[in-house]
């Protein structure tokens, strides 16, 4: 697997994702938020809406909070966020893509470009290295969902691109714009995701030895632990003893 869905393993293996599940929350509120100002505030009629409310159950936020970050929005209440995305390489030149929702652009930047600079990286123009990611949509279900077989015939029944699985889970990918097609006859064979988003996903993948990740996976802690930061996206790959080594440190 590449660095994206890596890291996400070497955290959730640690335990961080329950002892983060309150930042989680407040991610995916905000996301909840700034989709229903940007259309509708109704699920079925606003597919980003949709989208970022099935991620919102899918990762067990309870219904009041995303009943509450809807209503926020309809009612003209809360912070008006605005959408940027930084770009830039960290450390060995790994290209890193950090997607935000900022009420400060000022204040995001400047920590964004703080933790890249302290790490040995150097934030780039926009584009700089986006042409060497593609956007997609990632059906994440957990290992109990089914076998490798079970989980593969799935996905392309319902028009799925791609599956990644290991002990771990399931990693389906699809067209951007399917993400929602795909998702609804998911859900009718193997229930409800694990996680449903967009993202972007690495064409090639640099190996990395244990050193060299352990920098980038600080790099993106950091970046990640910002409020303001919503995804961070990176295009290192390392082996599975280099993984096994990671999870366990």
Known sequence: MAGHSQFKNIMHRKGRQDAAKSKMFSKLAREIT???KAGLPDPEMNPRLR????????????????????????????????????????????AIIVEALTDNRNRTASN?????TK?????????????????????????EAGDA??????????????????????????AFEDIGDVTSALESTLGEAESIKTIWRPQTSTPVDEERAQSILRLISVLDDDDDVQNVYANFEVDDATMAKLSAA
């Open 149 to 174: 077989d079970k989980v593969m015939e799935a996905a392309i029944e319902a028009g799925a691109d791609d599956v990644q699985s290991d002990e771990n889970g399931h990693v389906i990918i699809c």
């Open 112 to 116: 964004v470009r703080a933790a890249f």
């Open 51 to 94: 989208l970022a409310v099935q991620n919102a159950k899918a990762q067990s936020m309870p219904k009041d909070n995303i009943e509450r970050a809807i209503k926020k929005a309809s009612g003209g209440e809360g912070e008006n966020y605005e959408e940027v995305r930084y770009e830039g390489y960290g450390p060995g030149g790994i």
């Open 119 to 143: 790490a040995g990286g150097a934030l780039g123009e926009t584009g700089s290295v986006s042409f060497m990611f593609d956007r997609v949509g990632e059906i994440v279900y957990p290992a």
């Open 34 to 36: 700034v989709a229903a």
